[in-house]
């Protein structure tokens, strides 16, 4: 049973605003919600963190509704460079061991 | 800072072939982890030491094993390769086994097994 669920690819421009949600309906009380970015051939990257309400950093927004049930990250003007695959990621049900999801894979386009 | 390093970077082996993937983190972290990512994939949890001394099963943990040596290493190690174990290979740690510590990964080895 997956822990989290996103969108398996989206497309954008430059220059556009993105949101990618996703949802996590079993989160538990003690959970953070982390969002990571990989490009091809690296290890994923930290992006954001946040536990709820919205939290922003110099890279991206992470929105987080009252019963945390989803959030959604935020790239503001992405360009080329933010193509990539992003994961969200919370602990697992089952001894709180921390995987991942399959990520939303980002296109942006010129 | 070198952060998590492992090596090989790239290997190549024949089926049944054995084979240890090295993993260090110099950041004194409490917790390591070792994921495959096949291509066009997610990540999978293979096997992970919350700490020191210990180590558990992740999603997909057959075929390999783990020694966590000390706090800074976490070797993988692949007794009989099969084809199946193809993938790009990623060790990562964290202060401690908990979502709201960020995870830092290495840089990844590319195993293939003909």
């Known amino acids: 049973l997956a822990k989290t669920t996103q969108p398996i690819s989206m497309d954008s421009y430059e220059g556009q605003e993105v949101n990618i949600t996703c949802s996590h309906n079993?989160?538990?009380?003690?959970?953070?919600i982390t969002w990571y970015q990989q490009f091809p051939s690296q290890g994923p990257r930290f992006i954001i963190q946040?536990?709820?309400t919205k939290v922003t950093n110099e890279v991206a927004s992470l929105f987080i509704p009252a019963d945390r049930k989803s959030s959604t990250l935020s790239l503001p003007r992405v360009s080329l460079s933010d193509t990539a695959v992003y994961y969200c990621?919370?602990?697992?049900?089952?001894?709180?061991?921390?995987?991942f999801g399959g990520g939303t894979r980002l296109m942006v386009k010129p | 800072n070198a952060g998590v390093t492992q090596t090989p970077k790239f290997q190549v082996l024949k089926t049944g072939q054995s084979m240890t993937l090295q993993c260090a983190q110099d950041?004194?972290?409490?917790?390591m982890y070792w994921y495959r990512q096949d291509p066009g994939m997610g990540l999978r949890l293979i096997y992970y030491?919350?700490?020191?001394?210990?180590?558990d099963k992740g999603e997909v943990p057959n075929g390999y094993n783990v020694s966590r040596l000390n706090k800074r290493e976490f070797s993988l190690r692949l007794e009989s390769a099969a084809p199946s174990q193809t993938s790009v290979y990623f060790c990562?740690?964290?202060?401690?086994?908990?979502?709201?510590?960020?995870?830092?990964f290495g840089e990844g080895s590319w195993l293939t097994v003909v």
């Open positions: 950041m004194n972290h409490n917790s």
């Open positions: 990621l919370v602990s697992n049900n089952a001894g709180n061991m921390l995987t």
């Open positions: 030491s919350a700490s020191e001394g210990t180590t």
């Open positions: 990562a740690s964290s202060e401690r086994l908990y979502s709201g510590n960020t995870i830092y």
């Open positions: 079993n989160i538990a009380t003690n959970d953070y």
């Open positions: 946040g536990y709820k």
